[in-house]
T-cell receptor, first 110, second 114 residues
C-alpha cells in the first residue's frame, strides 16, 4: 500500500524549482504532505482532499488528481530551509490512517 | 496549537528490558493516535492505530504482544516494547489527530537496545 514517490533525491541551487510526485495504487480520499529534517519529526505542510484541488502556501503548492491517484508538490524559488526529506501520506476513503510514501530527499545548496 | 509531546526522547537499555513510550496531545483531544517506526533513511511505517478506550488496530506484521498499546484517554497513548532486542532499535514516532484533520507528530523516541 506504500505510495511511490519520485524522484528519490534531488539537489537544487537556491532559487531553483522542484516537483515531487506521489503515486498510489489505491483510490484516495486525501493526500497529506510533510517535510522531515534529519533526526526530527515530520512537519505538516498541507492536505489536499478529493476533488482535484490545488493548494498553495508561500512558495510551496500541491495538486491532487484523484482519478490518477497522484499528487505533486511544487517548490518554487527554493530556499536553504527547504532541505529535508519530503513524504506524502495517503488516506483512502473510509480510512482513518495514512500510509507514507517512499520519500524524496531534497538538498538545496547555495 | 496542535502540540504533541512524546517522552522520552531517547532510550538506551539492555536486551530483554521493556520500554514504555508516552504520547500526549497537549492542547487538543485526539480522537485517534498512531504509532510509527522509522529505520534510518527509510519512510515512516505505520505500526498501529489507536482509539481511546478500544483496542489498537495493528498493521500486518506487527506483533501486538510485543508492542503493547494503551490509549487511556483522549490525550494519552502509550507504546510498550516488551522484552526488547537489538533488532527493535529504531526511531518511534507517535501522531495524534482530530477527526479528518492533519496528523500532528511528536518529536519521536530514539530507542537503542544493547
Amino acid at each position: 500500500q506504500q505510495p511511490v514517490q519520485s524522484p528519490q533525491a534531488v539537489i537544487l541551487r537556491e532559487g531553483e524549482d522542484a516537483v515531487i510526485n506521489c503515486s498510489s495504487s489505491k483510490a484516495l480520499y486525501s493526500v497529506h504532505w510533510y517535510r522531515q529534517k534529519h533526526g526530527e519529526a515530520p512537519v505538516f505542510l498541507m492536505i489536499l482532499l478529493k476533488g482535484g484541488e490545488q493548494k498553495g502556501h508561500e512558495k510551496i503548492s500541491a495538486s491532487f488528481n484523484e482519478k490518477k491517484q497522484q499528487s505533486s508538490l511544487y517548490l518554487t524559488a527554493s530556499q536553504l530551509s527547504y532541505s529535508g526529506t519530503y513524504f506524502c501520506g495517503t488516506e483512502g476513503t473510509g480510512a482513518n490512517n495514512l500510509f507514507f510514501g517512499t520519500g524524496t530527499r531534497l538538498t538545496v545548496i547555495p | 496549537g496542535a502540540v504533541v509531546s512524546q517522552h522520552p526522547s531517547w532510550v538506551i537499555c539492555k536486551s530483554g528490558t521493556s520500554v514504555k513510550i508516552e504520547c500526549r496531545s497537549l492542547d487538543f483531544q485526539a480522537t485517534t493516535m498512531f504509532w510509527y517506526r522509522q529505520f534510518p533513511k527509510q519512510s515512516l511505517m505505520l505500526m498501529a492505530t489507536s482509539n481511546e478506550g478500544s483496542k489498537a488496530t495493528y498493521e500486518q506484521g506487527v506483533e501486538k504482544d510485543k508492542f503493547l498499546i494503551n490509549h487511556a484517554s483522549l490525550t494519552l497513548s502509550t507504546l510498550t516494547v516488551t522484552s526488547a532486542h537489538p533488532e527493535d532499535s529504531s526511531f518511534y514516532i507517535c501522531s495524534a489527530r482530530v477527526a479528518s484533520q492533519p496528523q500532528h507528530f511528536g518529536d519521536g523516541t530514539r530507542l537503542s537496545i544493547l
